[in-house]
């Protein structure tokens, strides 16, 4: 339990980090797409025997420079759809080879608060003080290229490169949360708080912010809730996630 509310919290800090600029750049089908690629680096890690979270550390960057070379051209949706058709392909033949890992790679689909490592706690938390280090050296060219990406490419900034290290970011969000949350819901945590704090909270690093307390808030009732009732911390996240936004919505429109 322990390894579940650390590796719990990094996840939902950068989760709120990196979601911010998900929602910003209208990136969600490639929030939820990243997740389902990766899938198969999971379950072909399960299937030799090493940590799914290498598999997912390895498979999710590459997943993500994937999208990002073959959608530069204001195609991502199409890329990112091949991708994860042929990534979802090879994950089902890794399923194939064996049913020794079932448990673990369903744990992989709907996460398991308590199939988180202390190695894997670790790892998290390198990977969480690289995101977060990554985000700051990149937030203005990543706001630029999010609210004006003409005005960011007549100043001369890269959106390629930019939106390419944005999708690695993804990635490593991925390899994250994957272990606690799920494959399947791990991009709530990206959509939901993050989309409720920005409306409610226009300022940009104030919505960051508020999306971080929301993700965590999130998380931590997901642990509690599933522990308590034995069901997939996944079905929490979705329905919380979920829920924040509707009153998020509900906020800013009864504002207007």
């Known amino acids: 339990m322990v390894n579940a509310w650390l590796a719990g919290s990094m996840v939902a800090v950068v989760a709120g980090v990196v979601g911010f600029f998900v929602v910003l750049r209208g990136a969600t089908f490639a929030a939820h797409g990243i997740p389902l690629a990766s899938f198969a680096g999971a379950a072909g890690a399960s299937l030799v025997g090493v940590s799914s979270v290498v598999g997912l550390a390895v498979c999710s960057p590459f997943v993500a420079v994937a999208i990002g070379l073959l959608g530069r051209r204001r195609r991502s949706d199409v890329a990112t759809a091949l991708v994860v058709a042929a990534m979802l392909g090879l994950g089902s033949l890794f399923l194939s080879w064996t049913v020794e890992y079932a448990s673990e790679i369903y744990a992989l689909l709907f996460g398991e608060i308590l ?5 894997e706690v670790w790892l998290s938390a390198a990977l969480t003080g690289a995101a ?13 290229t999010s609210v004006a ?29 994957v272990p606690v949350v799920g494959t399947l819901l791990m991009f709530t945590l990206m959509v939901g708080p993050p ?12 919505a960051m912010t508020l999306a971080v307390g929301i ?7 997901s642990i509690a809730a599933a522990f308590t009732t ?13 829920a924040w936004y509707l009153a998020g919505k509900a906020v800013s429109a009864l504002r207007r």
Do not use: K, M, N
């Open 115 to 119: 199939g988180v490592a202390s190695s």
């Open 149 to 177: 990406p003409d005005v960011a490419q007549a100043r001369g900034v890269r959106t390629g490169q930019v939106e390419l290290l944005f999708l690695v970011l993804v990635g490593v969000v991925t390899a994250l949360a």
């Open 195 to 206: 989309a409720a704090a920005r409306a409610l909270v226009r300022p940009p690093l104030a």
């Open 230 to 242: 034995q069901w997939p911390i996944g079905f929490f996240v979705g329905v919380l996630g979920a």
């Open 215 to 221: 993700a965590l808030v999130t998380v931590w009732a």
């Open 132 to 144: 977060v280090l990554a985000v700051a050296v990149l937030y203005r060219p990543l706001l630029l």
